[in-house]
């Protein structure tokens, strides 16, 4: 029984340039959040300070990684490989590289 998965090439386009944005804009949630925490600092109960800060943090985690995983997704391409097709390299993959052999 032949394997299925041979006769499809999957290929990630993913670029960091892809996701800079939403680093960004983490950064500034949490500069944002840091900055409310040193404002509430001056209270009475500093507790809160770190409360907020863990709160924001808690919170924006998920929906970070939400949009890591869809971007990803998205960048994930699938196309089927056509009966006698030489399978070649893309140019800049690492795949290209050469596993280090071990010497004795």
């Not at 394997?3 to 983490?26: A, H, P, S």
């Not at 944002?32 to 925490?37: D, G, R, V």
């Not at 490989?81 to 290209?96: D, F, H, L, V, W």
Request: glycine share 6%; charged share 10%; net charge neutral.
């Amino acid at each position: 029984m032949t394997n299925k998965i041979e006769k499809y090439r999957f290929v990630c386009t993913l670029t960091f340039g892809d996701i800079y944005g939403q680093i960004i804009i983490w950064l500034i949630t949490i500069t944002i959040s840091l900055a409310s925490a040193l404002a509430l600092m001056g209270a009475r109960r500093p507790v809160y300070a770190l409360a907020t800060v863990g709160l924001v943090v808690l919170l924006s985690l998920p929906f970070l990684l939400f949009a890591f995983v869809t971007t990803l997704l998205n960048h994930i391409e699938v196309s089927p490989i056509e009966a006698g097709t030489k399978m070649e390299p893309m140019p800049g993959n690492i795949s290209q590289q050469q596993p280090v052999q071990a010497t004795s």
